[in-house]
């Protein structure tokens, strides 16, 4: 059974800083893309971040210069780095995989449970 769980969330004041952390366990074979999303209360969820495999990252506009995603393929983890936090990056953020468990050679997508970051003005 493979599972994503995110850590680290919280409540900060604008200006702090936070760190995520996902971990991916289960009977994994190798994971491909790594990605943080978020959700507002109202609002569709949205992509905040991307790395590959090779370490190639991507990042929505509204996080460049403050966020900062990373992985470790030997721990099956990604984490978030997040600086200069505005009361509207206060949201639940999930983290999202696209593996492929030793029981199959298909890749699935995986979602974490979220975890809550509020940003307080």
């Known amino acids: 059974q493979v599972q994503l769980v995110e850590s680290g969330g919280g409540l900060v004041q604008a200006g702090g800083s936070l760190r995520l952390s996902c971990v991916a366990s289960?009977?994994?074979?190798?994971?491909?893309?790594m990605s943080w999303y978020r959700q507002a209360p109202g609002k569709q969820r949205e992509l905040v971040a991307i790395?590959?495999?090779?370490?190639?990252?991507n990042y929505a506009e509204f996080v460049q210069g403050r966020f900062t995603i990373a992985r470790d393929n030997h721990k099956n983890m990604v984490y978030l780095q997040m600086n200069s936090l505005k009361p509207e990056d206060t949201a639940v953020y999930y983290c999202?995989?696209?593996?492929?468990?030793?029981?199959?050679?298909?890749?699935?997508?995986?979602w974490g449970q979220g975890t809550q970051v509020t940003v307080s003005s």
């Open positions: 790395i590959t495999r090779s370490n190639t990252t």
């Open positions: 289960g009977s994994i074979f190798s994971i491909n893309v």
């Open positions: 999202y995989a696209v593996l492929r468990p030793h029981t199959t050679p298909n890749e699935y997508q995986y």
